[in-house]
């Protein structure tokens, strides 16, 4: 009996029966090439697919013309994409998974930037993010979008899926006809539910009658919309319950919140709690007679059986936790979910790079994203190989290299591995971003890379031990800004984490990096009942914390602890007492902060005397991560699997 | 003298006039493409002198936007461009971008001369070691080559707007101990040397920083002064940008046209080659006076060719050029979204392989409804295939919502674009009929096409609408700017009621203002401006209600509320489409279909004209 028996169950779903009841759900991932699916999407799908997926449901496939609202979307109205839609579909079949496409218009929720068309909504009501005001509908062009679809659907049959999905959930026309605040309609189309879901229902049928008996069709319904005058749950169960009656629809999947407006809820950081969207197909699966999916920060095999056997879901959808571990499945299978390389929920490769126009990656996959591009076979001869330094860079390196046949040592000078990680996930609310490095040194453990703790490496002694290759990775210290001066309380976030110092009092807290280094120190000594402010030459506090959708979470806990914020000043100097004087340079006005103690987030100073030292040595030397410039994780991880497959 | 040939070493340019290397996202992976050469064949065609094309990468170190290119790829690319743009002289703009690249495509650590991270980015570089100098060195010298091989004039060592070039020569982000620190220039010196040796008569251009605007430790125009006599170059264009300077390269309408020009001047003075001035020279007036005082040989108007490819053609025969209004909205495409490079008044530009020209063979009779971008554009389009076309405007002017857009703050320019489709019409021979509101019954009545572009109307917010405020029709009393949609309306009636001495406070959802401004640069700057103002930024509100002088303000994330002094409201949200006349199946264009900007309806306006006469 699978210590999983719920969640590794198969399950009938209309024509299909899955093999166990985890889904790879639809997200974005900017692999398509000039509108067509890439074979980038083949690899990634199939790494997934081999790995155990039950169900595999592709990123969206445009319907129609006028939706283009990012340059990387696959146009699957253009018949071309259907030998890429082929590639992906065998590279899956290949390992006996169904795949469905899901087909989306995104109606008001994009730009004319890429389709030099008007955008097509329900009401002129222009979207939050993009402020384009969209063209209202026409009777025919609503017609034109129900064959859209239809016309897609033919493109994903003759390409081999398995069925589609309709996206009328977080981003789409037919979501923007559903909810009453981007609907205003006097016609057939507008006014009460049944109205406002016509459209979804002609787009049903139409899809069905493309899609025959033998080939699965769901529809991913909004829960809730999380914005004013929105639909909630009462209405979205309306709604699941309209489809569950047409007898045509084979499942519903789930999610939260409308990813123009409320992103952060539906691609969730680790500062929302693990099954926060449950109550959606929770209360769905009560009132519809069909499989239900629930999403929402799953990253273990136990928390999504346990949701399956509460009754709150048939199928869950894990998407980072397998775009982090491809193979979660069969190592749940396989008794070594231990192994499970966790997704922290940090959403700084994935979603992050997301809004960004860039391909998707995940912080400790470095393969993710890179899934098409071939690694040279390991070597024929095992090689000895140093690694210095116990931080992701250094344990990526090493844990690469021994997969790869090398003999591994890794030398750490502290008494734990990780390096800064640890210190970074000793704030409360970060504590999940430690998954990376124990993870990491769990691996190291597997593959027999023999660590020594407590060990502070020096170049007399490796130039003696001359191993085949050194990798150094011995990461960064804090350097301290020029106008600190000698003051004793002046000091570094490092310092406050590492309980170096302990700030009492006012603190003034100083961030160049914009990143979590300030507003996670700043919550903490708010936590210690420290009065905080935070300072930054930026125009916003936390900026990048924008990119990983923590913006949102760190205002309102800013608010709730009392934390100021302060932007556009540059500090100046700083005296006893301690009065910080800071510019206020839109202005050129200066002003003044008497406070106990003053953190600084600031850039730290590579630590590279080990690589001065050892360059142009007769053995090869290498260095990543911090030790090269100091950067955030991703860079430190993707270096030192770099570095390692170079060897 | 700007349409007059010039010599430049051993090659001659058939114009004065040059067009700068600027991202364009036209590109294929990291090589030049066929859209590239279509969008230079125009502007060549059209008597453009000089013509640098985008910039590339001397090596693959650097990868600083998705669709950079990259030197070593661009072998063909540079061929197919030499080959369209004959008689101008094409060179290859090379750089290497340092601390100011991105890692997110190659992901690989930034090179720079020091552990300085950029202001933008934030990202930490890694210190140039002698093996990264000599390779970046190198790389100039193999791309020069490459460059001549293909058949380029020469190339333009890039060392102003982002460039390790300038980053090394900048006392802000050079801090070495070693040569490179104590002599700042030898870098820059080194890879002249090195494309000098590869171009053989070829040019040897130089597009250098002469003012970082950061007088404590960067760039000043002093250094400049004192450097640019010691270059062995051919040719030098005279730039001010550096690690704060953000805008200050190409900065939109905010910024008066030829902002460089005394800069331009004094460097003239020393140096021992032909000097281009740069910065914001959009008209030909301003340009040929430049060149007749004296104060440098050719002028860069890249901005003005890209508004209008047959610019020195059409200088040439006295006929008017469509101007280029600085407003950067469809030009400036440094974003991670990749626009296309295009022009709100010729929105033809970026996409000259797929947007059809205007064809003579149109007959017949079209009324066009409206009077404003899109129904002018359209009109012109009309005319220019051979219809006859009449223009019925309700207003007693033509220019519809623009010339209210242009009584903001920074925005007069916008007149000139549709003063200059005024004009066409006027020379087309297209009728205008003023203060003539169309009715239904009239255009039941109507027997020839008609094409409706009768632009948008107010939202029913209760508040003052942002024409009428622009138009001075306000009531006394502190004023509150309602501004969700963050673009340049906002910003711009804000700071105009500030300069007129009102009382004037903006209120945004965001926690910035200005938010959709990063595609034109003016982001910060528009921040800074109304700072400097006193405007105080209602940040990360909503305005829930306003009356009796006051109004109530709600916090985004927390819902607190507050309230502010606020006898007027202005709002500058979105607006809604005139829809009176529109029956099913008729033609329309611009914001009566959706309420967007100048480029949509200019878009439109020709796309139903190119329609009609297909």
């Known amino acids: 009996m699978s210590r999983y028996p719920h969640l590794l169950s198969p399950l009938r779903?209309?024509?299909?029966t899955l093999k166990n009841r985890v889904v790879f759900s639809a997200h974005l991932t900017n692999y398509a090439e000039y509108g067509k699916p890439s074979e980038q999407h083949a690899a990634y799908y199939a790494a997934r697919a081999a790995g155990g997926a039950g169900l595999i449901i592709t990123e969206e496939h445009s319907t129609h013309v006028t939706d283009w609202p990012y340059e990387k979307l696959i146009h699957g109205f253009d018949p071309a994409v259907i030998p890429g839609y082929r590639r992906i579909t065998d590279a899956v079949h290949a390992h006996g998974v169904p795949i469905l496409a899901q087909l989306n218009h995104n109606g008001g929720q994009a730009s004319s930037m890429f389709s030099r068309l008007p955008v097509w909504a329900p009401s002129p009501i222009a979207d939050p993010l993009f402020r384009e005001v969209p063209k209202a509908l026409e009777l025919h062009e609503i017609r034109d979008v129900v064959d859209g679809y239809a016309l897609v659907a033919e493109h994903c049959v003759a390409g081999g899926f398995d069925g589609v999905?309709?996206?009328?959930?977080?981003?789409?026309?037919?979501?923007?006809?559903l909810s009453p605040a981007t609907n205003v309609r006097t016609d057939a189309y507008g006014g009460v539910l049944e109205n406002r879901a016509r459209l979804l229902f002609e787009i049903v049928a139409a899809v069905r009658s493309v899609l025959g008996p033998e080939r699965a069709l769901g529809v991913r319904l909004c829960g809730d919309e999380l914005i004013e005058g929105g639909t909630t749950i009462e209405e979205a169960v309306a709604v699941a319950r309209m489809v569950d009656a047409t007898a045509q629809v084979d499942y519903i999947n789930t999610s939260i919140g409308v990813a123009t407006a409320t992103l952060y809820m539906i691609e969730a950081s680790m500062q929302v709690p693990p099954g926060y969207a449950m109550f959606i197909p929770s209360a769905i699966r009560e009132a519809v007679s069909i499989p239900v999916i629930g999403v929402g920060r799953f990253k273990?095999?136990?928390?999504a059986d346990r949701a399956i056997a509460a009754g709150q879901a048939d199928l869950i959808g894990v998407v980072r936790g397998q775009i982090a571990d491809p193979d979660f499945v069969r190592k749940a299978r396989s008794g070594s979910a231990q192994d499970i390389r966790t997704c922290l929920s940090c959403?700084?490769?994935?979603?992050?790079?997301m809004g960004l126009n860039r391909w998707l990656g995940c912080i400790e996959n470095p393969r993710t994203g890179r899934e098409a591009v071939v690694l040279p076979m390991p070597t024929r001869r095992a090689q000895r190989v140093l690694v210095v330094g116990g931080g992701p860079a250094g344990l990526q390196a090493a844990v690469t290299a021994a997969e790869r046949g090398h003999r591994v040592t890794l030398l750490e000078k502290a008494d734990r591995l990780g390096g800064q990680v640890p210190v970074a996930a000793s704030v409360p609310s970060r504590a999940e971003f430690l998954d990376i490095t124990r993870n990491l040194a769990a691996a190291a453990q597997r593959v027999g890379v023999d660590v020594k703790l407590q060990h502070e490496a020096t170049a007399d002694e490796i130039t003696a031990d001359a191993p085949d290759a050194v990798i150094l990775a011995t990461g960064a210290v804090p350097a301290r800004p020029w106008w600190a001066g000698d003051l004793t309380q002046v000091v570094d976030v490092r310092d406050v984490l590492e309980g170096r110092a302990s700030p009492r009092g006012r603190v003034l807290v100083v961030d160049e990096l914009g990143f979590h280094q300030a507003t996670s120190v700043a919550e903490l000594l708010a936590d210690r009942g420290c009065f905080v402010e935070v300072a930054t030459p930026g125009m916003v506090v936390g900026q990048d914390l924008g990119i990983t959708l923590d913006l949102e979470t760190w205002n309102v806990k800013a608010d709730a602890k009392g934390i100021a914020q302060l932007t556009d000043v540059v500090p100046m100097s700083a005296t006893e007492g301690i009065t910080l004087t800071l510019q206020h340079h839109p202005t050129g006005t200066d002003l003044t902060r008497t406070v106990d103690w003053v953190v600084c987030a600031v850039q730290q100073r590579a630590d590279d005397a080990l690589w001065q030292a050892l360059k142009g040595s007769l053995f090869p030397v290498h260095r990543v991560g911090d030790c090269v410039a100091p950067r955030r994780a991703h860079a430190a991880v993707i270096e030192g699997h770099r570095a390692a497959v170079a060897l | 003298m700007l349409t007059e040939s010039f010599t430049i070493g051993s090659r001659t340019a058939p114009s004065r006039a040059l067009f700068g290397p600027h991202e364009t996202n036209l590109g294929s992976g990291r090589a030049l493409s066929d859209r590239h050469v279509a969008y230079y064949r125009e502007r060549a065609a059209?008597?453009?002198?000089?013509?640098?094309?985008?910039?590339?990468?001397?090596?693959?170190?650097?990868?600083?936007?998705e669709r950079a290119p990259l030197a070593a790829d661009c072998g063909p690319g540079w061929t197919a461009i030499v080959e369209a743009c004959s008689p101008a002289l094409v060179l290859a703009s090379l750089g290497h971008t340092g601390g100011q690249g991105s890692s997110a495509y190659s992901q690989q650590p930034l090179w720079a001369p020091s552990a300085v991270a950029d202001a933008v980015s934030r990202e930490l570089p890694m210190v140039m070691e002698d093996t990264e100098i000599a390779v970046l060195t190198a790389g100039f010298g193999t791309a020069a080559r490459l460059a001549m091989a293909s058949g380029c004039a020469g190339v333009e060592i890039e060392a102003g707007d982002r460039s390790v070039l300038r980053q090394f020569l900048s006392g802000i982000t050079n801090q070495r101990a070693d040569d490179y620190g104590t002599d700042k220039a030898r870098l820059l010196r080194e890879v002249i040397a090195a494309a000098r040796a590869a171009v053989g008569d070829g040019l040897v251009a130089l597009r250098l920083s002469c003012d970082e605007l950061a007088p404590w430790a960067g760039i000043t125009p002093e250094h400049a002064l004192e450097l640019v006599p010691t270059l062995d170059v051919d040719l030098l264009t005279v730039v001010r940008a550096g690690p704060y300077a953000g805008s200050a390269y190409r900065p939109d309408a905010h910024v008066p046209e030829g902002f460089n020009k005394a800069l331009c001047a004094s460097v003239k003075a020393v140096a021992r080659c032909p000097v281009v001035l740069q910065g914001s020279v959009v008209s030909e007036a301003f340009a040929s006076s430049a060149l007749a005082e004296g104060g440098c040989d050719l002028v860069e108007m890249t901005r003005a060719q890209i508004a209008e490819p047959a610019l020195l053609q059409k200088l040439r025969t006295g006929a008017a050029p469509r101007p280029c209004v600085l407003c950067n909205q469809g030009c400036r495409v440094r974003d991670a979204?990749?626009?296309?490079?295009s022009c709100i008044g010729e929105p033809r530009s970026g996409h000259e392989l797929s947007d059809a020209l205007p064809v003579d063979g149109g007959s017949g009779e079209v009324l066009v409804v409206g009077?404003?971008?899109?129904?002018?554009?359209?009109?012109?389009?009309?005319?220019?295939?051979?219809?006859?076309?009449?223009?019925?405007?309700?207003?007693?002017?033509?220019?519809?919502?623009?010339?209210?857009a242009a009584l903001g703050a920074g925005r007069e320019r916008l007149r000139a674009l549709v003063a200059w489709l005024a004009a066409e019409c006027d020379r087309l021979g297209v009728k205008v009929v003023l203060g003539h509101e169309v009715l239904a019954a009239e255009l039941s009545s109507y027997s020839g096409r008609v094409v409706l572009a009768t632009g948008a109307s107010a939202r029913d917010t209760g508040w003052v609408d942002a024409r009428d405020a622009l138009r001075g029709v306000l009531q006394d009393g502190p004023v509150l700017v309602h501004d969700p949609v963050g673009g340049p309306v906002g910003v711009s009636v804000a700071e105009k009621l500030a300069a007129d001495g009102r009382e004037v406070r903006i209120v945004t959802q965001d926690p910035i203002v200005g938010t959709l401004?990063?595609?034109?640069?003016?982001l910060a700057d528009c921040n800074t401006r109304l700072q400097q103002l006193g405007v105080p930024r209602e940040l990360k509100s909503l305005l829930r209600r306003a009356s009796g002088g006051t109004a109530v303000l709600e916090d985004v994330w927390t819902g607190a509320q507050r309230t502010v002094p606020a006898a007027v409201v202005v709002d500058c949200g979105p607006r809604l489409p005139r829809e009176e006349l529109y029956e099913t199946g008729m033609l329309r264009a611009g914001d009566c279909v959706a309420p967007r900007t100048i480029l949509e309806a200019v878009l439109e306006g020709r796309r139903v004209a190119l329609e009609l006469g297909a």
Not at chain 1, 165 to 177: I, N, P, T
Not at chain 1, 300 to 303: A, E, K, L, R, T
Not at chain 2, 46 to 65: F, N, Q
Not at chain 2, 517 to 522: E, I, P, W
């Open chain 1, 13 to 16: 779903v209309g024509p299909l």
């Open chain 1, 165 to 177: 999905e309709l996206q009328c959930s977080h981003s789409s026309l037919v979501r923007g006809f």
């Open chain 1, 300 to 303: 273990d095999p136990v928390q």
């Open chain 1, 347 to 353: 959403n700084q490769e994935c979603v992050g790079r």
């Open chain 2, 46 to 65: 059209g008597g453009c002198g000089v013509l640098v094309v985008e910039t590339a990468s001397v090596h693959d170190s650097d990868w600083p936007y």
């Open chain 2, 337 to 341: 979204r990749n626009p296309i490079v």
């Open chain 2, 371 to 404: 009077g404003g971008p899109a129904g002018l554009e359209c009109a012109r389009v009309l005319a220019l295939q051979g219809f006859s076309v009449e223009i019925r405007e309700a207003a007693e002017i033509l220019g519809g919502a623009v010339l209210d």
């Open chain 2, 517 to 522: 401004l990063s595609l034109t640069g003016d």
